[in-house]
């Protein structure tokens, strides 16, 4: 840390509340890029509590690179012209707590690197957003020598691989709490 | 442009989970919890964390994922500690917004319609700045609130307070290049909900922002000075810091108010990190708003 800057204090997060349906979600923004067009593939899942039931009222953003593994910095998330792949989504669950993106398999972002789609998660009842990593199933051996994966126990480590879908899509579900609890990231 | 929404989509009744403590007048059919049962187990987690704090346990600055006076966090925090890992590629990035994405009208809550939205205008303006006090330029600002009478403009609010036709409650904008954002809307009202019998939410808007990196992601709640409902809300009680409480309040800036037209507030918000190791123009504040 430069002695130049000063540390201040970070501002608390609040539960995303019930009432963001109006607000936050926007025309296509879970559509990374128009369904059914080359490359792409749905990712899905459904969001449960810790009673094991599904969460109707839960909003996730993903941020990928984009399959070769390169980090986008494109405008355009908001108002999506169809052929700009920016990288960064926003999908809020339906009634029965499944979510569904359109985007791409995220490439390695540097040789050898598992690939995986950082995930921010907000829900009623949610008091602060949680991290997450939803990393492909393929190349066991980049997910072998991945820092997160390898530091947790199998069991857990399960939680933050999705599973590939006849179709070429991802599922991955979230548990909040509970058997099964995905594991939730804190970078600080 | 804002989504225009119109009062007849809203009178759509849809199912609500059981669980679901949406604002709403529903007759009270069963033993039910009173502010006073609630206000003694937020003031009982109160007082422990005071004591804590005295035998020397660090402050704590964000709100607990496990607080079980707010009833609907009560089974969806997770039991197990967060993982902690060092942020790798895409989330020392973030996103890019731009003025492709929004409207410059939109930070104005006030002309979204054809009248003038009923309530007291007010200004709300600040900065973005991150850990080490840099401004975040060029990223996306979003709020959502209710009205003056404390009504969402949501179809699961049944809240029995009128809606305003002029009034939607969405903005957004871009801060700019010294990481100021600026709205200008309606004081919100106080609105009942259902965690407890005569439970309510203390005036606020939400905010949502995003810093340089993926990982200072945040969403929150700005409230207004003195409000009389901080100590019963169980919701800004879930930061049980008394100090890291008030960074959600803004301060009522005379400065910002503008003479014969709109009361000013003022609120920075501070994100988290950085973590990535800066270039020498990032540092310099030449990342920012594209035009």
């Known amino acids: ?188 | 442009m804002p989504q225009h929404i119109t009062t007849e989509q809203l009178d759509t009744d849809e199912l609500v989970p059981a669980a679901e403590p949406h604002a709403g007048h529903l007759p009270l059919d069963r033993a039910i919890e009173t502010q006073a049962d609630l206000s003694a187990e937020i003031n009982a987690m109160g007082e422990a964390y005071a004591r804590a704090l005295k035998d020397g346990t660090p402050a704590e600055t964000q709100p607990r994922l496990d607080y079980p006076p707010y009833r609907s966090s009560i089974l969806r925090h997770p039991t197990k500690s967060l993982q902690h890992a060092d942020p790798e590629t895409i989330e020392l990035y973030s996103p890019a917004f731009g003025h492709q994405d929004v409207h410059a009208l939109e930070s104005d809550l006030t002309i979204q319609h054809n009248g003038e939205p009923q309530g007291e205008r007010i200004i709300v303006a600040g900065k973005v700045l991150d850990g080490d006090g840099r401004p975040v330029a060029g990223q996306l600002v979003e709020i959502w609130q209710a009205n003056a009478a404390g009504r969402y403009m949501h179809k699961r609010d049944q809240h029995p307070a009128p809606l305003d036709p002029n009034f939607t409650g969405i903005g957004r904008c871009i801060t700019g290049p010294d990481g100021s954002y600026r709205f200008t809307t309606i004081k919100p009202g106080a609105y009942p909900w259902k965690n407890h019998l005569n439970a309510w939410r203390p005036a606020h808007i939400h905010f949502s922002m995003f810093g340089t990196e993926f990982t200072q992601r945040i969403i929150t709640q700005m409230y207004f000075p003195g409000d009389q409902l901080f100590p019963l809300d169980p919701i800004y009680q879930t930061i049980v810091d008394p100090d890291a409480r008030d960074r959600l309040v803004a301060k009522y800036d005379h400065d910002l108010t503008e003479p014969e037209w709109a009361l000013g507030y003022n609120w920075d918000i501070v994100l988290t990190g950085p973590k990535r190791t800066w270039t020498e123009n990032e540092a310099l504040g030449a990342e920012g708003d594209e035009e």
Do not use: C
């Open chain 1, 1 to 188: 840390m430069s002695n130049q800057t000063t540390k201040l204090v970070p501002t608390p997060g609040q539960t995303v509340g019930p009432f963001y349906g109006y607000a936050l979600p926007f025309e296509k923004d879970n559509e990374l890029l128009a369904p059914g067009s080359p490359g792409s593939i749905r990712l899905q899942g459904t969001v449960y509590d810790g009673a094991g039931e599904t969460v109707p009222d839960a909003i996730l953003e993903i941020w990928q690179p984009d399959a070769e593994g390169k980090i986008v910095q494109k405008t355009g998330s908001l108002v999506r012209d169809g052929y700009t792949f920016t990288g960064w989504g926003r999908g809020s669950v339906g009634y029965s707590g499944v979510f569904t993106f359109t985007t791409v398999n995220p490439g390695p972002t540097e040789p050898g690197a598992a690939p995986f789609i950082s995930v921010a998660i907000f829900a009623r009842g949610l008091t602060n957003r949680l991290f997450t990593r939803i990393y492909l199933p393929e190349n066991e051996e980049a997910l072998a020598t991945d820092p997160l994966l390898s530091s947790l126990d199998p069991e857990r480590r399960k939680t933050l691989i999705a599973r590939r879908d006849p179709d070429g899509g991802l599922t991955w579900d979230i548990r909040l709490q509970g058997e099964g609890e995905t594991v939730f990231l804190d970078f600080q």
